[in-house]
């Protein structure tokens, strides 16, 4: 144990009984500078388990935390509190049944698995599942579940703790790629792989077993998506469109969805999540209706690490906000796409229906004024990066724009770009043998 880790105070600790602990802090023990895993550490006979929070928090941040109890929680404290006590729940449930307790299936007893039954990596999935819902991460919770669920699709619900194998993932992956993109293989691999090293940590099979997903191709494959953009001169054709038509008695759902595609691409490149929780907030009023901020729902549960969006309210921007978006009004919601009382998980069906919808409803627009292409939301993004990048704008500025870290900052966007179109290329490249500045 680093030594770092006894300077790390808990936020919260119990004395449960039988020489056990249970407290609330960060695991420094592979501390790497950052962030550190929010668990909770149990004491039993003088020896440590670690049942993980499923968050992740800046030691300094955590230790203002604990020196200031008297502060309003936040949100994150409240939910890993609410962890803490199911955990302590459940430990008192076991020893209030006189029912064996051990290190070893510690991370069975706290979580209300049938301690009978050996856990296995249908159980650990679905803890760790539960675990993502607990603490608020419920999209996550869900992508975790799809993946679950075709594991068990393809390679059944009874795969024993002796099977887990190199060869046992590569046979899932061919059974994938029968009908899935390699981008959701990936997503479900590094779902898979989470859980192969948690059984692996736990005792369930052995610690090779957990490192069977090293070189392994498939699972940081993604689908090449640098061509799905659209320019300069086909988003202003769209504009126009939307001008044209939106004013008329006949414009219905397919002219919303236009609007909504649009104000994606004109805010920043944002994403349909953060679009329908955009509010006017203090800034959109100290800037007189400028300007739009809001933190990226993305990182909004990574303490260290949370993103605030500033985007520029232009001209164009602002004409589909008098026709798409309610009156403003201090701490109210742009659109009546939901309410601030909506449950989270009916947001994320929600934001998952309408994506569908504009999608769908771009494609139409497309097919009708015969155009090659079948857009969805995430186009708006890569063409925002791909657009400004052409014109001449610095990476830096992109990359600030979009809410990317500046950690990884001009690397992660250079995901979203596409490659340079013919212009910028001959442009370009004739400075090669030109005397004459660009």
Known sequence: MSKIYHLIPAYRRQYIGKNITAALTLDTRKDKGGACPVVVRIRYDGKYSYVFVGDSCDKEEFIKLCESPGKKKASKLRM???FFDMVVSNILSVLEKGEGFSLASLQCHVMGADTSTKENVHTLWRRLIENKRLTGRLKTAACYEQALNRFEKDMGTKVGNSKMSRELIEEWVKKMEVNLSPTTIGIYLRTFRIVVK?????????????????????????????????????MKYFYDLYVSISQRREAGRVTRSLGLFLFLYLGNGMNLADMVRLEYNDCYFRSKGKLLRFTR????????NKIDITIPIIPELRLLMDRLCLPPRRGGLLFDIITHKTPEEKVIAIVHQLNKVIRKDMRSICYNHDMDVQPSTTWCRHSYATNLRDAGV????????????????????????????EETMFRNNALLLSSESK
């Open 80 to 82: 890993w509190s609410r």
């Open 394 to 421: 610095s990476i830096e500025y992109i990359s600030s724009m979009m809410g990317h870290t500046m950690t990884r900052g001009s690397l992660t966007t250079l995901h979203y770009l596409s490659d340079y179109n």
């Open 198 to 234: 948690m059984g692996a940590r736990d005792g369930l099979w052995s610690r090779e077993k957990g490192e069977a997903f090293m070189q392994l191709p498939a699972i940081n494959k993604k689908r090449d998506r640098k061509d799905e953009y659209l320019d300069v001169i086909t």
């Open 297 to 304: 729902h993305k990182t909004m549960h990574e303490s260290s």
